[in-house]
Nanobody, 124 residues
Framework: QVQLVESGGGLVQAGGSLRLSCAAS????????MGWFRQSPGKERDFVAA????????FYADSVKGRFTISGDNAKNTVYLQMNSLKPEDTAVYYC?????????????????WGQGTQVTVSS
């Protein structure tokens, strides 16, 4: 089992920045993938970014490319999402997710483990 705990959400003005953290505990796998997804009320859960633990390869949704950066600290079993130039449309609950091996990194159904989510609100 893997447990994920997110932190770092909050309220920020448009153009501002936030950094989300996701601390993982329990079993870890060398080829695991950590991802961030977000969900707004009435909408589907959308892919934001992902990082492969063993290679540090990263993937981003087009909507956040150039503004968000995902990074990981394997020693701390923690992944971060640095969010810059935030827009009101970035408002959502952000979820950390993990899967045990490399594969479909953009699909929520490919991830077995999820955190409880952290609210990010961007005011205009």
């Amino acid at each position: 089992q893997v447990q994920l705990v997110e932190s770092g959400g909050g309220l920020v003005q448009a153009g501002g920045s936030l950094r989300l953290s996701c601390a993982a505990s329990g079993r870890t796998f060398s080829n695991s993938v950590m991802g961030w997804f977000r969900q707004s009320p009435g909408k589907e859960r959308d892919f934001v970014a992902a990082i492969v633990r063993s290679t540090s390869n990263t993937f981003y949704a087009d909507s956040v490319k150039g503004r968000f950066t995902i990074s990981g600290d394997n020693a701390k079993n923690t992944v971060y999402l640095q969010m810059n130039s935030l827009k009101p449309e970035d408002t959502a609950v952000y979820y950390c997710a993990a899967r045990e091996s490399y594969g479909l990194v953009r699909s929520p159904s490919a991830y077995a483990y999820w955190g409880q989510g952290t609210q990010v609100t961007v005011s205009s």
